[in-house]
């Protein structure tokens, strides 16, 4: 059994990851104004990733036989003063998704609702790689800011990061 508590964080999870999907692209764009292209390839696929999510969750839910009421997630912030800004905002965006995720799994298990709990392990643990992932991009956008040459490395080294 899922309750209907349980039901509205799963189908809040769509919009969630929808709403990551849409301020990635945002911030993709952002990146292409500046002519920095591997860090607007790097946030489009992150974008891509975030609707895999989003459909991923809804092939769960479909599973088990859950309705799914989809709604809109809010605007994307699309103005932004700096890289670092970007890469600050991308790891507590990650951050705020960890404790959505968390909250899922946590009342999964009070539920005894396995089959949710075993799925959003998958998730649980892709939330660890992605704070990696920004944290590290963060911390490397700091060493860089003052340094052009330094700037256009991490740049084309982005354009080809996982
Ligand atoms: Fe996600
Ligand atoms: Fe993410």
């Given at each position: 059994m ?11 999870q769509?919009?969630n ?5 849409m301020?990635?692209l945002?911030?993709?764009f ?9 860090m607007?390839t ?9 609707h895999?999510h ?8 479909n ?5 799914i ?9 699309t103005?932004f003063?700096?890289a670092?800004?970007i890469?600050?905002g991308a ?11 968390n909250?899922?799994f946590?009342?999964a298990?009070?539920?005894?609702a ?7 392990q998958?998730f649980?643990t892709?939330?660890v790689?992605e704070?990696?992932n920004?944290?590290?991009n963060?911390?490397?956008i700091?060493?860089?800011s003052?340094?052009?040459?330094a ?11 996982e």
């Amino acid at each position: 059994m899922v309750s209907t508590k349980l039901q509205a964080l799963l189908n809040a999870q769509i919009t969630n990851e929808l709403g990551a999907e849409m301020q990635y692209l945002a911030m993709s764009f952002w990146f292409e104004r500046e002519n920095l292209h591997g860090m607007s390839t790097w946030f489009r696929n992150q974008a891509i990733e975030e609707h895999e999510h989003a459909m991923k969750i809804v092939s769960l839910m479909n599973e088990w036989d859950l309705p799914i009421e989809l709604k809109s997630p809010p605007d994307p912030k699309t103005s932004f003063e700096s890289a670092e800004e970007i890469f600050a905002g991308a790891l507590e965006h990650e951050q705020k998704v960890t404790t959505q995720i968390n909250d899922i799994f946590k009342l999964a298990r009070e539920e005894s609702a396995w089959h949710v709990e075993v799925a959003f392990q998958w998730f649980i643990t892709e939330q660890v790689e992605e704070e990696v992932n920004a944290r590290d991009n963060l911390a490397r956008i700091q060493l860089v800011s003052n340094d052009t040459a330094a700037l256009i490395n991490f740049d084309r080294r982005l354009a080809s990061a996982e």
